[in-house]
């Protein structure tokens, strides 16, 4: 069941992958798009930033169950419908709706994976999750991106069209259905969802992992795309390949085994100081391709124990619901920002001006955890 709903984020994940990796082809679709073409990723994360927390609010009271199957089918529908490569303004418009079904899976997604998960696999399974996003984009990249070359990205689409049906109906097969909503209740006002809103990111249980995710993402993307042009020509593809294995790799086999002696929150702030320290190492004339990998490798521990710090802070399927929509709107602002920020500092700063806003980051993700957790000790 926890593979079945990781697959769904799988999915999700590919909302994005299907048209960043085979960027160029796409391109080449709509020609006369311009600047406007990069909206086609962008959409997604501005419907992140504006709804991520009301996904959340909604899922917790319609039904984790009901809502990711209707995330799974409305995507399915909307790739079956872009295979057919529309105008760009139609297809531009899918992309908002598509955006709206990627906030309802991946907020159900990880609720229910820590509801059905048991206590000693609960952590585990968050760090699974925490990988989705890097592993779907690998397979794209592997088997999509040569399929989209040879036969034209509609049949990629129609694949992950296929893909997301297919996860729908599984979900709704083998998942028990949804005993009652999580907030009794049938109708959700403006008024309430500010309300939660407020209540949300006041509470340091269910805002902590948001807030030092959003310093995690506003360097995680955007460090992927600029570090490898700053690197000699011949290490480039290698070191792309490798920062995101390293990240994965440290969170399926080292985050987990930690999660038994430390809690998550701890490892998350572990992470960012050994991401600081390892930046360092760019002033003490480390080799610049080492430290990107040992940079993804130690970020790697924020990226597993932010997810599995959630169920860890908070016990009710409903706060869970809403501490993954604040991860959800946390993180698209943290992706949308981040590379025109460091892009800014590094042509004004230089190598060495970014990389200390990105140790300035990371020392406000700690600062952060640590006023956070001494508000949940006063409590």
């Not at 994940?13 to 990069?38: C, E, H, N, T, W």
């Not at 303004?89 to 709706?97: C, E, G, Q």
């Not at 590094?346 to 957790?373: D, E, K, N, P, S």
């Amino acid at each position: 069941m926890i593979l079945l709903l990781w697959c769904a984020g799988l999915g999700a994940a590919g909302q994005f992958a299907k048209i960043a990796v085979p960027f160029d082809l796409i391109a080449a679709r709509y020609p006369d798009s311009g600047a406007g073409l990069g909206l086609l990723l962008s959409m997604i994360s501005f419907a992140g930033i504006v709804l991520g927390m009301t996904a959340g609010i909604f899922v917790a009271r319609y039904g984790f169950r009901r809502l990711l199957v209707i995330g799974l089918m409305v995507g399915a529908g909307c790739s079956i419908w872009q295979s057919t490569l529309p105008e760009f303004p139609v297809m531009l418009a899918s992309r908002v709706v598509e955006g709206l079904s990627h906030l309802l899976i991946v907020v159900a997604a990880p609720t229910l994976i820590a509801q059905v998960a048991s206590d000693r696999l609960r952590g585990p399974a968050m760090t699974l999750w925490s990988t989705f996003f890097a592993v779907a984009f690998s397979i794209v990249a592997w088997l999509g991106l040569p399929l989209a070359q040879v036969f034209g990205v509609q049949l990629l689409f129609l694949i992950h069209g296929g893909v997301m049906a297919a996860l729908a109906a599984l979900v709704w097969w083998f998942l028990d259905e949804d005993n009652s909503p999580a907030v009794p209740g049938d109708h959700l006002g403006l008024v309430e969802i500010l309300q939660q809103h407020r209540a949300a990111y006041r509470s340091a249980f269910i805002a902590a992992p948001a807030m030092g995710w959003l310093f995690y993402t506003l360097t995680f993307v955007s460090l992927v795309a600029i570090l490898p042009g700053l690197l000699p020509h011949g290490q480039r593809a290698a070191v792309v390949g490798l920062m995101p294995v390293a990240s994965i790799g440290v969170s399926l086999l080292i985050v987990t085994p930690l999660l038994r002696y430390w809690p998550a929150v701890r490892i998350v702030m572990a992470g960012f100081a050994l991401s600081a320290l390892v930046l360092c190492g760019h002033w003490l004339g480390f080799p610049p391709a080492a430290t990107c990998i040992a940079l993804f490798a130690a970020l790697g521990l924020v990226q597993g124990a932010s997810f599995a710090s959630i169920p860890q802070l908070n016990a009710t399927a409903r706060d869970r619901a809403l501490a993954n929509g604040a991860m959800a709107q946390m993180g698209n602002l943290g992706n949308t920002l981040g590379t025109p920020v460091l892009m800014l500092v590094l042509q004004r700063g230089g190598t060495g001006g970014m990389l200390a806003v990105v140790i300035l980051f990371y020392v406000v993700g700690i600062l952060l955890h640590m006023w956070m957790q001494r508000r949940r000790d006063l409590r």
